[in-house]
């Protein structure tokens, strides 16, 4: 099983970034898929989470109506699409199969 992630890098305040993961050695479509954050000197967070087969989206309250999560099993790719970002949103973005990590890509969020 991998995850990569990439996609990352930096933006301004109010600015947008795609992020997008490559899932391998699973059936993908057959699983959830997440990413989450961790900031400098913070614990790892929930962001965002997609269902297997069907629609489901959920989000943190942190990034709800600014983050969409997306998938398309056709390719096995997890996107995050990041609008109206935030100096808080800078953090190393994972994404997640279960106990399986990627190795992350930073987004730093500055002037």
């Known amino acids: 099983v991998q995850v990569m992630e990439s996609g990352g890098g930096l933006v301004q305040p109010g600015g947008s970034l795609r992020l997008s993961c490559a899932a391998s050695?699973?059936?993908?479509?057959?699983?959830?898929m997440r990413w989450y954050r961790q900031a400098p000197g913070k614990e790892r967070e929930f962001v965002a989470a997609?269902?297997?087969?069907?629609?489901?989206?959920y989000y943190a309250d942190s990034v709800k109506g600014r983050f969409t999560i997306a998938r398309d099993n056709d390719k096995n790719m997890v996107y995050l699409e990041m609008n109206s970002l935030k100096p808080e949103d800078t953090a190393v973005y994972y994404c997640?199969?279960?106990?399986?990590w990627g190795q992350g890509t930073q987004v730093t969020v500055s002037s």
């Open positions: 997640n199969r279960n106990s399986y």
């Open positions: 050695g699973f059936t993908f479509s057959d699983y959830a």
């Open positions: 997609i269902g297997a087969n069907d629609p489901s989206t």
